[in-house]
């Protein structure tokens, strides 16, 4: 339920950002907001951003810009309040990202997900049988694409840096991303576990 929608009368204390609201808010909401960033940094590969350190700085930017004078204002008191902080926190999530010089790897669109799935809590276990055919390609990778696969998506690494590392332009960095992406996807399809696109 929208906090607003229960506590309407605490509209017009929140734009005018009233510190007892915003308090009360931020306690409402903070539980729902780390479940959300905890899952945009699985599906963007991000681990490193779930840190302790790194994630409560995070969090801390996300609620400074939700409860900023522009984003009060813009709130319109009928849309669910998470859902709105959620957006401002995939934005955030985004440009935190692009600020530690790693490519968002992932459409921004496709790291909306939904709150009320089950996949957001932290604990939730990953198919074993994916992890099985993940772990034997990975295992069956020509020396070249294992080195590309450690610096991008073990060290984390941009495609600039990546690319520094391993002596290869941007260009061949990528082709070399999308055999990585393509070898794995046809081992899916083989094992069953991934369905052709029609």
Same mark, same amino acid.
């Given at each position: 339920?929208?906090? %607003? ?6 509209? &017009?204390?929140?734009?005018? #950002? ?9 306690? +409402? ?15 963007? #590969? ?6 302790? #350190?790194? %994630? ?12 900023? $004078?522009?984003? @009060?204002?813009?709130? /319109? ?20 990202? @692009? ?14 997900? /939904? ?12 198919? $074993? ?10 295992? #069956?990778?020509?020396? $070249? ?16 840096? +990546?690319?520094?590392?391993? &002596?290869?332009? @941007? ?7 999308? @055999?990585?992406? &393509? &070898? ?15």
């Amino acid at each position: 339920m929208c906090f %607003f929608a229960e506590n309407p009368e605490f509209l &017009g204390a929140f734009r005018a #950002g009233e510190r007892h609201v915003l308090d009360r808010l931020y306690r +409402a909401e903070v539980r729902p907001v780390e479940r959300y960033v905890h899952s945009l940094c699985r599906a963007a #590969g991000a681990r490193e951003l779930s840190q302790p #350190g790194t %994630f409560t700085d995070l969090l801390q930017e996300i609620f400074i810009r939700a409860f900023s $004078p522009n984003a @009060r204002q813009a709130y /319109d008191g009928v849309r669910d309040y998470e859902r709105y902080l959620c957006a401002i926190a995939r934005n955030c999530f985004i440009d935190t990202l @692009r600020t530690r010089g790693r490519e968002v790897l992932v459409a921004p669109e496709a790291l909306w997900l /939904d709150l009320d799935e089950p996949s957001l809590e932290p604990e939730v276990p990953y198919d $074993p049988r994916v992890r099985g055919v993940l772990s034997a390609y990975l295992d #069956g990778l020509a020396p $070249p694409l294992e080195r590309v696969y450690r610096q991008r998506f073990v060290l984390g690494r941009s495609q600039d840096e +990546a690319g520094a590392a391993l &002596g290869l332009s @941007r260009r061949q960095l990528r082709t070399a991303e999308q @055999r990585l992406r &393509g &070898g794995l996807r046809r081992a899916l399809l083989l094992a069953g576990l991934l369905r052709e696109e029609v």
